[in-house]
C-alpha cells in the first residue's frame, strides 16, 4: 500500500481534504466513462497545478510513428494511441474579476470528491475563499449517460458566502489539446470549424492520418435559486476554441447553477457530412430530458447492471469496496455493444499502453463479461479477433511466416501490430495461445458451439500454423523447442523455450486438430467452406501433430517442477522475502540488465498455464509449483495477484488468498504499484472479479457441468454473487456456516457443490 487517503465506504469512491500532491491520482480514481467515451476526473473550472488533462473517444486513434534507436525488420510503423480529444467539460469561473482555481486560492476548506458506484455519478464540492478574499461554495455532478451514450452532463453549483458578487461562467469547447506520450509532439487533431448558434456551440475536427471525424459539442442552461434565466452571453472563439461566457449579478448566499452537456458524435456511428445534425439531435434529446431526468435514467441503467454483475461481501468494507470499484470501472469501459471495440489495459483513464487491446482481453476479461452479462457480449469479443485475423496473417508474414500463419497483435487497435518494444513485439508470442483459448472457454462456458465452424476455426487454423512453423527441432533434445522468446514473466526476455509458451503451442495444435475433426464430422458444409479457403490438407495436419506430439518441456528433477525455460536455475534464487525492501520495487530502482539476471517473476508464468490448464495437473503438482515459484514473484504487473488468489484458495490457503485479493482489489485505491497518477488497471480488475468467483467460490466447469468449491475468507461474514450460466441466473451465497444456490428462469440445472451433484428448481434455495 502507498497511499491510504480514500475512505472505506461499500457503494462510493471518497476523498475529504484538498491536497496538490493527490490531484493526478484521484483524476484517475473517479474516471468516469460510458463505454463510448470516457474523461479522467479533471476539473471543470481552470487549475493552474499539476494536473493530467484527458478525455477519451472508444475506437478513435492515431497512429504515432514509432521512435526508436535501432530499426529492426519486422518493427512496427508506428504505436496506435488513444488520443486526448477535444475538451467540452471546461467551465472557467471568475468571482469580482478573480479567477477561480484551486491553486491559487486562500483556503480550501470541506474538499470532498465522490463516485458514487451505485448510480454512476461523480460529485466534487468545497468552499474556498478567493485571492481577494470572497468565499464560494461550489457543489458539483457530472456523469456520462449510458442512455445516451454520446452525451454527458455537468450542474455546476456556485453560491457567494460573504458578499454580493459578479459571477462570470464560462462553458467552453476546447481543440486545443494534446497527447502527454506523444513520440514526436505531432499534431493529431485537424480542426475544419469552429461555431456556435444560440446556446450551442461545436467544433468539427478530424484525426490526421486515420482520418476519424468528430463533432464535440455543448449546450448551457442558467439557474438562479433554481429558476430559470434567460442571460445573453458573449460568444468568444479562435481556430481550435470556442466559448461562451455569462455574466450575473448574484446576491450573497444565492446559488448560480450551470448545467452543461457536451459530447461527441463520430463518423463511427453516423455518416461524416451529419455530425453536425447528430449532434443537434442529442442535445435535443438531452435538454428534453432536463438534468435531473437524464440522472434518473442513469440510475435505472446502473440499477439493471448492478442487479447482475454485484458482488456483496459483509464485515469487511475495504473488501466490498475495492470489488465494486473494479465492477463498476469494467462496466463504464466495455458494455459489449459494438464488435469493433476492445478493452483498453487503462480504458478511459489514461494514455499509457496506448488504449489497445492486448491479451489480457481474452485472458482475463472474457470471463467477466461470459458471467456477468449474456453469450453475445462474449462473442463480441471473439468476433473482434475474427475481424482481425487477415491482419494477424499480415503481420506473421511481415516476420517470414507464411501459407497464413497468424500472428496475433500483442498490441493493436485494428489487428496491426503496434507495439515499439522488440522483446514484446517479436517475443511475447504466447498472446496467440490466450486467443486460442479464449475460443476453448467461450464454448466450455456457454455450451454455444457455433462460433467454432463460422468464425473460430479460421482462427485456429492461423494460430496452428503459427506454432508449427514457429517451432525448431532440436537434433540434441530430439524434441521441437520454441527459442528467443519472452513469457509473460516480461523480466525474462529472449530465453529459450519458456514453458508456459511450449506448453501453449502444443495445446493450441492440439485443440485446432480436434475441432477440424469435430466440425468436419458435425458442420461438413462448414469443414468443405474452410477447407477449400484455407487450403488445409490432411499432410498438413499430421505434421503438426508430430509437432504437438513432441514438444519439449524443460523440467527439474531435483525440485520435480517444470522450470520456467531453459537455465532458469543458473540463476542466484535469492526469495523475494530476503530481498531488501527498499529495493522494491526492483522496476524502479533496478536497471534492467540487474532484473534479466534476477530470478524475480513479474507475474504468474508457470503458473499462468497451472491457472489456464488446472485440470490438466494434480493439486499436490500445483502445490509444487506455487510454493516454488511464488517465493521469487513480486508481483509487479496488474495481472498477478488474482493468479495467485486463485491458486491459494485452490490450495486452501485462504489467508495467503485473501492478501492476494485485497491486492489486486485495491491496486488502484491503495497504489500499489506507485503508478496510479498514469490512469487505471482496467483488465486486471477482471481478474479481481475471477479471485472471489472461481477463487473464493471455486468456480469451474467440470465435463460441462457448473462446478463450484467454496470457501471464505475468516475476514468476511458471508459473500455473494450471480452467475449468467447459460441463460440461466445461478446465485449464490456463501457464508462460514453454510452457502445456498439458487436459480431463476423455468428449469432445473443440476450442478457440483464439493464434488457431489445437486439439483436446482426455480424459486428454491438449496442449501449445500
Not at 247 to 268: A, P
Not at 349 to 356: A, D, L
Amino acid at each position: 500500500m502507498n497511499q491510504d487517503y480514500i475512505t472505506a465506504d461499500p457503494w462510493a469512491i471518497i476523498e475529504e481534504g484538498f491536497d496538490h500532491e493527490r490531484v493526478k491520482s484521484s483524476e484517475s480514481l473517479f474516471s468516469l466513462g460510458n463505454g463510448a467515451m470516457g474523461q479522467r476526473a479533471n476539473f471543470e473550472e481552470q487549475f493552474s497545478g499539476d494536473t493530467f488533462q484527458g478525455s477519451y473517444i472508444a475506437g478513435v486513434y492515431y497512429p504515432d510513428k514509432t521512435r526508436v534507436g535501432w530499426w529492426k525488420n519486422g518493427y512496427p510503423e508506428y504505436f496506435a494511441k488513444v488520443l486526448n480529444a477535444p475538451n467540452w467539460i471546461g467551465i472557467n469561473v471568475t468571482v469580482d474579476a478573480i479567477p477561480l482555481d484551486l491553486n491559487t486560492c486562500k483556503k480550501v476548506a470541506h474538499f470532498r470528491r465522490e463516485l458514487n458506484m451505485k448510480e454512476g455519478w461523480y460529485k466534487r464540492s468545497f468552499v474556498a475563499t478567493l485571492p481577494n478574499d470572497v468565499d464560494v461554495a461550489v457543489d458539483v455532478v457530472r456523469f456520462l449517460s449510458l442512455d445516451l451514450d454520446e452525451t454527458g452532463a455537468i450542474q455546476y453549483n456556485l453560491q457567494v458566502l460573504n458578499a454580493d458578487a459578479e459571477v462570470i461562467m464560462v462553458p467552453y469547447l476546447d481543440g486545443g489539446i494534446k497527447n502527454m506520450d506523444s513520440n514526436w509532439d505531432d499534431k493529431f487533431w485537424n480542426i475544419t470549424k469552429v461555431s456556435s448558434e444560440n446556446d450551442r456551440a461545436f467544433i468539427e475536427c478530424h484525426t490526421m492520418k486515420t482520418n476519424f471525424s468528430v463533432c464535440t459539442f455543448m449546450q448551457s442552461q442558467l439557474f438562479v435559486e433554481g429558476a430559470k434565466i434567460d442571460t445573453i452571453h458573449t460568444m468568444d472563439s479562435s481556430d481550435n476554441r470556442v466559448s461562451h461566457s455569462y455574466k450575473v449579478q448574484l446576491g450573497k448566499d444565492e446559488t448560480l447553477t450551470l448545467v452543461k452537456f457536451g459530447g461527441y458524435t463520430v463518423d463511427r456511428n453516423h455518416p461524416k457530412d451529419g455530425l453536425l445534425k447528430a449532434a443537434n439531435q442529442t442535445l435535443d434529446n438531452a435538454i428534453q430530458l432536463g438534468f435531473e431526468g437524464l440522472l434518473q435514467k442513469q440510475k435505472d441503467a446502473w440499477g439493471r447492471i448492478w442487479e447482475m454483475s454485484d458482488i456483496t461481501i459483509e464485515g469487511d468494507v475495504k473488501a466490498q469496496q475495492g470489488i465494486r470499484f473494479n465492477i463498476f470501472q469494467l462496466n463504464q469501459t466495455y458494455l459489449g455493444k459494438d464488435s469493433r471495440l476492445n478493452i483498453g489495459p487503462k480504458g478511459f483513464t489514461g494514455e499509457k499502453y496506448g488504449g489497445s487491446t492486448y491479451w489480457d482481453t481474452e485472458a482475463y476479461c472474457l470471463p467477466f463479461y461470459m458471467a456477468t452479462k449474456n453469450q453475445k457480449v462474449a462473442w463480441n469479443l471473439l468476433k473482434y479477433r475474427y475481424n482481425h485475423l487477415e491482419k494477424a496473417i499480415e503481420n506473421a508474414q511481415k516476420l517470414g511466416f507464411t501459407n497464413g500463419a497468424a500472428l496475433y497483435p500483442m498490441v493493436t487497435m485494428n489487428g496491426e501490430e503496434c507495439h515499439n518494444e522488440w522483446e514484446i513485439t517479436f517475443e511475447e508470442i504466447h498472446r496467440n495461445g490466450a486467443i486460442a483459448f479464449a475460443i476453448f472457454n467461450y464454448f466450455r462456458f456457454t455450451g454455444d458451439y457455433s462460433y467454432i465452424p463460422e468464425m473460430g476455426l479460421e482462427v485456429l487454423i492461423g494460430i496452428a500454423r503459427f506454432w508449427h512453423q514457429r517451432v525448431n527441432y532440436s537434433e540434441d533434445k530430439q524434441k521441437y523447442v520454441v527459442l528467443g522468446v519472452t513469457g509473460p514473466n516480461e523480466y525474462e526476455n529472449n530465453v529459450n523455450n519458456n514453458w508456459y509458451t511450449n506448453y501453449l503451442a502444443k495445446w493450441c495444435i492440439d485443440y485446432a486438430v480436434e475441432q477440424v475433426n469435430k466440425v468436419a464430422e458435425e458442420y461438413p458444409a462448414d469443414h468443405k467452406r474452410i477447407m477449400e479457403k484455407t487450403k488445409l490438407t490432411e499432410a498438413e495436419i499430421s505434421d503438426w501433430s508430430k509437432v504437438a506430439d513432441n514438444m519439449y518441456f524443460p523440467f527439474s528433477e531435483k525440485y520435480q517442477v517444470y522450470l520456467q525455460q531453459d537455465g532458469f536455475l543458473d540463476k542466484q534464487m535469492i526469495k523475494v522475502q530476503d530481498l531488501d525492501k527498499s529495493q522494491r520495487p526492483i522496476n524502479q530502482k533496478w536497471s534492467w540488465d540487474r532484473i534479466l539476471r534476477s530470478p524475480y517473476i513479474k507475474q504468474a508464468d508457470v503458473l499462468q498455464g497451472f491457472y489456464f490448464f488446472e485440470d490438466h495437473f494434480s493439486k499436490e503438482e500445483l502445490e509444487r509449483h506455487f510454493d516454488f515459484y511464488e517465493p521469487f514473484t513480486v508481483h509487479e504487473s496488474s495481472l498477478s495477484p488474482c493468479v495467485h488468489s486463485i491458486q491459494a484458495a485452490k490450495l486452501g490457503r485462504m489467508e495467503q488468498a485473501y492478501t492476494f485479493y485485497l491486492r489486486t482489489s485495491r491496486l488502484d485505491l491503495d497504489d500499489y504499484n506507485k503508478e496510479v497518477e498514469e490512469g487505471l488497471h482496467i483488465t486486471s480488475m477482471a481478474g479481481t472479479w475471477m479471485s472471489i468467483v472461481e477463487g473464493f467460490g471455486g468456480m469451474r466447469i467440470v465435463d460441462g457441468t457448473l462446478s463450484f468449491e467454496p470457501q471464505i475468507p475468516e475476514q468476511w461474514n458471508s459473500f455473494a454473487f450471480k452467475i449468467n450460466f447459460r441463460d440461466q441466473i445461478i446465485t449464490m451465497k456463501a457464508s462460514a456456516k453454510t452457502t445456498t444456490f439458487e436459480i431463476t428462469g423455468s428449469e432445473v440445472l443440476d450442478i457440483l457443490v464439493n464434488g457431489k451433484s445437486i439439483t436446482l428448481e426455480p424459486g428454491k434455495e438449496v442449501a449445500a
